[in-house]
């Protein structure tokens, strides 16, 4: 027996579009151009926008299906093309502007990329790659009088010449692709992900939920984390779901700039990775009475392992929340926020900073699960390890024409996380280790998220990661590398004095590896495989 | 162009109770008993019976899509039934007791009721109708040591009987049936509504965010309003798929009761009709320091408008919000909520409380609009009035075998409320009358609801409404009927100066009756139809 409601209603992007067009119009966006000055819209002016780019692109032939690549900060006009784009039956194909030319070419064309709307102070970059791609349409976003170059569209000609001629957006199929998110693994090819209009909808409804982000009409969020990460962790749909407030950065990242929105914006959710909280956090201890951040309710950080001694900082220090959530791409991206649950009402304020250090419980609708190297399931205990595996609405099935990438797959239909964790009993899940930076040392497994959050909560070191490096005895041992504060000085041993208390003896690093800078990923995390490249036969030639 | 993500995942009720039964195993459920003591357990007891339960019927003989029906009042066996049948693959079919038994006899029977799971206080009900169903299996929830009719199962025997066997829940469509509820229509037979996984899914979701209900883990959620009204609105279904503290007032609906319940369990929600929270209110003004209110943070009323007094009343006397829903059963039932936006924060508090008392503004995934008896649309400008016909996952698309139900709905698919409304600028619903209730005055319409709510804000008047009556010159002409307050009195002439500044000088009722109680429907509401009957010819004898 089938229900009798109206099921074949479809979940799309544009069903909440077309309502923030009639209930929020004007919700203000907020957005700082490239010369630092700031630009005041509304929902209202904003969504009619996206609606002339849809003739647009329609009239420069783009058909259902067909990509529209953005190289762009986060602003309104990359707002107008994220709402546009979508409910016109195209499929935005966001490219992370931190790529190599190379790798960006490869993704264009893999994607078969049809036009790209980018930022004129991004247009050098495109330079390097279009003419090894397929991108027929090149549309700028000027924040300048400098002439364009003969191949490009101006976005503003293009949407003036764009008389909306009062069809309404089509009819979608929920399943339909509403998006494109490639993915930079540190091993093979990048691999898309293609995000459906069901998909994008279900993630958006339930990151607004009073467990995960709680986000209402009257919240302003401030999205740090790039519109070309995994759609900016769906904050752009979320807001535009629930009518809240957006403000965005543009390409000015800085903590002086973002905490002058904060105050300026009286912005309530911030989110972004955890150097750009740790950079927002020294700006506020180097002189804490410059800024206002009493507006805040809520600091969104994903990306990688928020340490404790950030959270209790923010805490304690500015009476600001720090809630973690743990996601990936193929997850779009939110799978867990680390909310602490009634349960630990009755904690102390230590147990609950470390538990709001770990990933949290999975969303309604994610399953979660951990395994072994041999596939045997990892008991919700809190001790063991595994790989951790989900399951749910929101999370990708396959790669979009990758064979490869079958591999991240399990028999019975789970996507491997590549993510070692321990899961506890009420379902929290404590991420261990990446599956290619767990360190193996005599058949055991050493964490080194765990040593590196740790290291940092010490007070001379800025930043620390703790790699794996050959070992003859053991096969694999730690070494940690470590950035210090500046004035600061310490020493292996006193390090190792440091951690000794809070893990086994043999997770203790081997040695210690001062240097100037970390390098990182293009999304600000650790490149731990250079690291390993560089420090490789530390332990073997000591 | 498909997206590439887990689409087929079903969002499905067995999704979220199973997530519960791993986070959520200690959140509490408290019920109060028909001897009035207090019962306490956890959804994690709770929910191993509901799995008991599934097994049982499976014993039983029961197969998927079959009906299972419920009389019963709120509490944790009722529970049990609500998420055990649908996550087995069968359907809840919640009976309202407060219906005839004839209806009841139809009701069953029209819906191939197989099994009854039913109070044992409500059994001298079930024995007039049982005889005149398909019913096959009768299971008794008991609550005395009384010996049970011959036909009957218990149905704690049951589950002790029914050693869950370790198999899973099923997998399930999200287009499967989950439950059935019957309208009560004032005109032909009942109708069927069926729920589907999805509808109720998407439903509960969409009423836990923070514009709406804003439910969450902390929330201690107390739904007066029968589970077998539109399954509660959905709040057993939101407050397991959030983690809430549900407490459930079975028979006792009594002022006092209830007030106690809020007392003692912390109370943060509380959801009924205006009708109980009227009680409360006079039960509350009776005796202001015997309760203690103090952890409500939320009255969502539905079922019926709430009269701007009201609500007036509980913010001003005893700090808490009410929050106005509208729905009917077709609409699972939650379709709009009356939030006051942002846009007027700036507004004075009279401004906000007429606000708060109209239906507030659609749900996302909502769509509504109002259209006249010739089929125009009405414009969004607060003053044309139409009928309301809305769209939506959680909208009914058709009844349960029901030919005459068809001229609900309109050929492009949308259901017609019945509900005669004006829609502000901002997207707010106003409910201007039932359409059948409307006063159609010289062929302009007024609006019966406007003037009984306003009646009821005149100090001696306990509860009031207004009816069209026959009258030569114009057709209709508006009657008040109005029950006084004890100890106090009034007449026709001051009710019309209390009226007066508020409305058109034609809008003014011809005569006032003052009666000793208004007939109610099964679901609270004035039974308007009887009062017509008998004052019919009120205005045409004289």
């Not at 596939?375 to 790669?399: H, K, Q």
Request: hydrophobic share 45%.
């Amino acid at each position: 027996m089938q229900g009798l409601m109206m099921d074949d209603y479809p979940l799309t992007i544009s069903a909440f579009v077309k309502r923030a067009e009639l209930l929020f119009r004007d919700r203000e966006v907020v957005s700082r151009r490239p010369d630092g000055s700031i630009v005041r819209t509304t929902l209202g002016p904003l969504l009619a926008r996206s609606r002339r780019l849809a003739v647009a692109l329609r009239s420069l032939g783009l058909q259902r299906g067909d990509r529209v690549a953005t190289l762009a900060w986060n602003h309104e006009d990359h707002l107008v093309v994220y709402y546009g784009v979508p409910c016109s039956g195209l499929v935005t194909h966001t490219l992370n502007l931190r790529l190599h030319p190379d790798d960006l070419a490869y993704i264009a064309t893999h994607a078969s990329d049809r036009a790209i709307v980018v930022d004129e102070v991004l247009l050098p970059l495109l330079e390097k790659f279009r003419e090894r791609t397929p991108i027929e349409h090149v549309i700028v976003m000027r924040t300048s009088d400098a002439p364009l170059p003969a191949y490009a569209l101006d976005f503003e000609a293009l949407l003036a010449s764009a008389e909306p001629d009062g069809t309404e957006y089509p009819e979608l199929d929920e399943r339909a692709a509403a998006g494109m998110c490639y993915t930079s693994g540190t091993t093979g090819r990048p691999k898309g992900v293609v995000y459906s209009h069901r998909s994008n909808v279900l993630h958006a409804m339930t990151e607004c939920m009073p467990n995960a982000i709680g986000l209402g009409e009257r919240d302003t969020v401030l999205a740090v984390v790039p519109m070309f990460h995994a759609n900016a962790w769906g904050l752009a749909f979320a807001s535009a779901l629930m009518g809240s407030k957006q403000v965005m950065p543009g390409p000015h990242l800085d903590a002086a700039s973002l905490l002058e929105l904060i105050r300026q914006e009286r912005v309530t959710v911030i989110a972004g990775v955890p150097t750009i909280m740790l950079g927002l956090l020294a700006a506020l201890d180097a002189n804490p009475t410059a800024w206002d951040t009493s507006s805040l309710r809520l600091i969104l950080i994903g990306g990688a392992a928020v340490p404790e001694s950030l959270i209790r900082a923010f805490s304690t220090r500015y009476g600001v929340e720090i809630l973690q959530g743990w996601g990936m791409t193929e997850t779009s991206p939110l799978a867990s926020v680390g909310s602490v649950p009634p349960s630990m009402d009755a904690a102390t304020a230590d147990e609950k900073f470390r538990y709001r250090a770990m990933q949290g419980r999975a969303l309604p609708f994610v399953d979660i699960r951990a395994r072994s190297e041999e596939g045997t399931l990892i008991a919700w205990d809190g001790v063991g390890m595994g790989e951790l595996e989900v399951r749910g609405p929101w999370v990708v099935s396959s790669y979009f024409d990758s064979p490869d990438g079958a591999q991240q797959f399990t028999n019975d239909g789970w996507f491997r996380t590549g993510d070692i964790v321990s899961i506890h009993a009420d379902g929290c899940i404590q991420i261990r280790d990446r599956s290619k930076d767990v360190i193996k040392s005599g058949g055991e497994w050493i964490s080194s998220v765990a040593l590196e959050n740790a290291l940092m909560g010490h007070p001379a070191v800025a930043e620390a990661t703790v790699i794996a490096v050959p070992e003859p005895r053991w096969s694999e041992r730690p070494l940690a590398v470590v950035v210090l504060r500046s004035g600061h000085s310490t020493t292996h041993a006193e390090l190792v004095a440091f951690l000794e208390p809070q893990f086994p003896k043999w997770w203790m690093p081997d040695a210690t590896e001062f240097v100037d800078a970390i390098p990182k990923t293009s999304a600000g995390k650790f490149l731990k495989s250079a690291l390993r490249e560089r420090f490789d036969r530390r332990l073997l030639d000591g």
